[in-house]
């Protein structure tokens, strides 16, 4: 099964590990609840914002999250996934969050180009 989002992950990852503390702070600014701050900042939580998504056309078996799996939407099912929306996060935890969330795309690269 071919990958076809490789590159939009690599973008991702740098995205993720790109946002400071004072990004966070902005972009609630701008929304009303820090769980929409991800969305915002990267797109995260909706497939017709999500760069992985747009890169695979929104076919999930061609994407890093689902290689090697028929599920559908597994990008969802990880914890640093949940972390990212979670409403009783401070700004702090989402930033740890979203490096987290790079270090999970940054794995399953390395997995899949061996």
């Not at 993720?16 to 797109?43: M, N, Q």
């Amino acid at each position: 099964m071919k990958t076809l989002n490789v590159e939009a992950g690599k973008l991702l990852a740098r995205k993720y590990r790109s946002i400071t503390l004072e990004d966070i702070h902005i972009a609630l600014r701008k929304v009303a609840f820090i769980e929409h701050v991800a969305p915002t900042l990267t797109g995260y939580g909706n497939k017709l914002h999500c760069k992985l998504c747009l890169a695979v056309k929104g076919y999930c078996q061609y994407c890093i999250y689902g290689y090697k799996s028929l599920d559908i939407h597994p990008c969802a099912k990880h914890k640093t996934f949940i972390a990212l929306g979670k409403r009783n996060n401070t700004p702090e935890d989402l930033l740890k969050a979203f490096k987290a969330r790079a270090n999970y795309i940054e794995r399953l690269i390395k997995k899949i180009e061996g």
